[in-house]
C-alpha cells in the first residue's frame, strides 16, 4: 500500500511561486511513473505534469506554458512541482498520483493511476 501526501499549498498573489512537494508512504516509488493533477471547482480533474520513474522524462499540459516544473528525488520518494509566474487561473486543489505500471501513452488520464493523494489548496489572487 501506498499513501501520498502533499504539501506546499496556500495563498499567493499572481506572478508569485510555489513548491508543491509529495512525499510517499509505504514503499519506494523508484519504479513508478508519478504526475500532478490540479481540479478547480466544477472543472474535471485534469493533469498538469508527469515525469517517468528516473525523472529523466517529463510531460506537461499545454496549458502550463513552460511555467511549472515537475521533479523527484527517489533517495527521498519525493516528487516536487515549482510553480512559477502564478495565475489566478491556477487556483485549485492540487494531486500526486502514482502508479507502478506507468505507460507513457496515458500520463494524461486519471484513471492511470493507481495511488493518490489528498490534495493541497493553492489559491493565487489577483
Known amino acids: 500500500q501506498v499513501q501520498l501526501v502533499e504539501s506546499g499549498g496556500g495563498l499567493v498573489q499572481a506572478g508569485d511561486s510555489l513548491i508543491l512537494s509529495c512525499v510517499a508512504n509505504?514503499?519506494?516509488?523508484?519504479?513508478?511513473?508519478m504526475a500532478w493533477f490540479r481540479q478547480a471547482p466544477g472543472k474535471e480533474r485534469a493533469v498538469v505534469a508527469a515525469?517517468?520513474?528516473?525523472?529523466?522524462?517529463?510531460y506537461y499540459a499545454d496549458s502550463i506554458e513552460g511555467r511549472f516544473t515537475i521533479s523527484r528525488d527517489n533517495a527521498k520518494n519525493t516528487a516536487y512541482l515549482q510553480m512559477n509566474s502564478l495565475k489566478p487561473e491556477d487556483t485549485a486543489v492540487y494531486y500526486c498520483?502514482?502508479?507502478?505500471?506507468?505507460?507513457?501513452?496515458?500520463?494524461?488520464?486519471?484513471?492511470?493511476?493507481?495511488?493518490w493523494g489528498q490534495g493541497t489548496q493553492v489559491t493565487v489572487s489577483s
Open positions: 509505504g514503499r519506494a516509488l523508484n519504479d513508478h511513473g
Open positions: 515525469i517517468n520513474w528516473n525523472g529523466g522524462r517529463t
Open positions: 498520483a502514482t502508479t507502478p505500471n506507468w505507460r507513457l501513452s496515458r500520463w494524461r488520464e486519471p484513471t492511470e493511476y493507481v495511488y
